[in-house]
């Protein structure tokens, strides 16, 4: 037998050792294991390869890596974790901005099928809570929440204060964040805006309508958060 | 495919997942720490250890994120098993390793062989297996350290069944040397 004729047949052990060859394959290599020395000996030592792989123990990482994991679920889920131990921190990526911009964008087509919608009177009215308190799904679900969601209240006159403060720390650390962040912030607040407004003058002339009200108050605490967090960002760079 | 890590703990596994998927972050730490070892220890075999920290923080990260879409339809350890290998091998694709490792590579066999003076100091099988070529790597520690079968790692590298199956037989030949020295 030549060198080359004999690596067909090694080259066939694993699938023997698997069954993966057909019967008359199986056969036909149980065949010539038999009356061979070196493939016997090959087959019996990769059984033992694939016998000590399946003995292998999950083994620990050398160190722990919860914390770091803990911090970029703080960051990823947009809420502080008591078990953290450490100060949040902000981070503004691109994929975070253009989903933001997405959402918004979803969000502002969502409210605009509503306003197209005849009043819901018989939709039961309910009373905006504290979303401070509110626990968020992972992997944020607020789209999928939906209109039962009872977002929180921001009252006119407080919202404006608390704006108009987030907008004057954002101004002094304006200098401290990369322009092309500046630019899709800026974008994202004239969406969200666009979106406040349009909710205001259909909430003018349907005022019962607790599905718009809802996504009024859901859009302002949206405005806030984003101001919150570019006035975080700059604030860290600086 | 099988798993059988954690299986000890179903119960507090299920009720950790449901407590976590709403925003428990204590649950999520009790699911880290059960996990950690397995998610760890394959990203360690298929990537090196290298890269293997970031990798279980990846995984544990997406895991968070998508612990709402976990329907039960499977063993929590299953899913979460899936989920680490996919964040795995879009991290091997990320850095364009794909296109070079399914390739036959003469000189994997000399490099893992090394000389019998040096054999017996601290090589251990997982040693071993970081040194195969990272194709031939990827495919042993699916199918026999982590029980895919063939047609599911194809289905996952986007690669044929033929190929899979000699690249475990290229891993397996390289490794039975090395295991003589262990």
């Not at chain 1, 947009?78 to 691109?94: C, L």
């Not at chain 2, 490099?111 to 071993?128: E, K, N």
């Not at chain 2, 031939?136 to 699916?142: G, H, Q």
Request: include cysteine; charged fraction near 25%; hydrophobic fraction near 40%.
């Amino acid at each position: 037998m030549t060198m080359h004729e004999h690596t067909e047949w090694t080259d066939k052990l694993s699938d023997y050792l698997d069954g993966e060859l057909s019967d008359q394959e199986q056969r036909a290599v149980a065949a010539h294991v038999a009356g061979c020395v070196e493939c016997s000996q090959a087959l019996h030592e990769l059984r033992g390869v694939v016998e000590r792989a399946r003995t292998l123990v999950p083994v620990e990482p050398p160190g722990d890596l919860w914390k770091a994991v803990a911090n970029r679920i703080a960051v990823e889920s947009e809420r502080p974790v008591a078990t953290f131990g450490t100060r949040r921190r902000f981070s503004f990526t691109w994929p975070e901005l253009i989903a933001a911009s997405i959402l918004l964008v979803l969000v502002s087509g969502w409210a605009a099928l509503r306003m197209n919608r005849p009043s819901s009177a018989d939709l039961q009215v309910r009373q905006p809570g504290s979303t401070d308190l509110q626990v968020r799904q992972p992997g944020s679900a607020d789209l999928q929440a939906g209109p039962d969601v009872v977002p929180a209240s921001v009252d006119d006159t407080e919202y404006d204060a608390a704006v108009a403060d987030l907008q004057r720390a954002l101004q002094s650390g304006r200098g401290q964040l990369d322009p092309a962040t500046v630019k899709i912030v800026e974008q994202n607040l004239a969406i969200i805006d666009q979106a406040v407004d349009d909710a205001r003058r259909a909430l003018a002339q349907d005022p019962a309508n607790a599905d718009l009200s809802g996504y009024l108050q859901e859009t302002k605490r949206r405005k806030l958060d984003l101001l919150r967090h570019a006035a975080a960002l700059a604030e860290d760079l600086n | 495919m099988t798993f059988n890590a954690g299986t000890s703990r179903v119960t507090g596994t299920d009720a950790d997942v449901a407590l976590a998927a709403s925003g428990d972050s204590s649950a999520f730490e009790r699911i880290y720490r059960t996990h950690v070892a397995r998610v760890h220890s394959l990203a360690r075999r298929m990537l090196g250890p290298g890269e293997a920290d970031e990798v279980t923080q990846d995984v544990f990260v997406r895991t968070w994120q998508k612990l709402h879409t976990f329907r039960g339809d499977a063993a929590f350890t299953t899913w979460l098993h899936r989920l680490a290998v996919n964040v795995v091998i879009e991290r091997r694709r990320t850095y364009a390793v794909q296109r070079d490792r399914i390739t036959d590579d003469p000189a994997a066999l000399e490099r893992i062989t090394v000389p019998p003076a040096r054999a017996d100091l601290s090589v251990t099988f997982d040693q071993a297996i970081e040194q195969l070529p990272a194709g031939a790597r990827e495919i042993f520690v699916l199918h026999d350290v982590e029980g895919y079968k063939h047609r599911e790692i194809a289905a996952l590298l986007d690669i044929t069944s033929g190929t899979s199956k000699r690249q475990l037989h290229r891993a397996r030949m390289l490794l039975r040397r090395r295991l003589g020295a262990l």
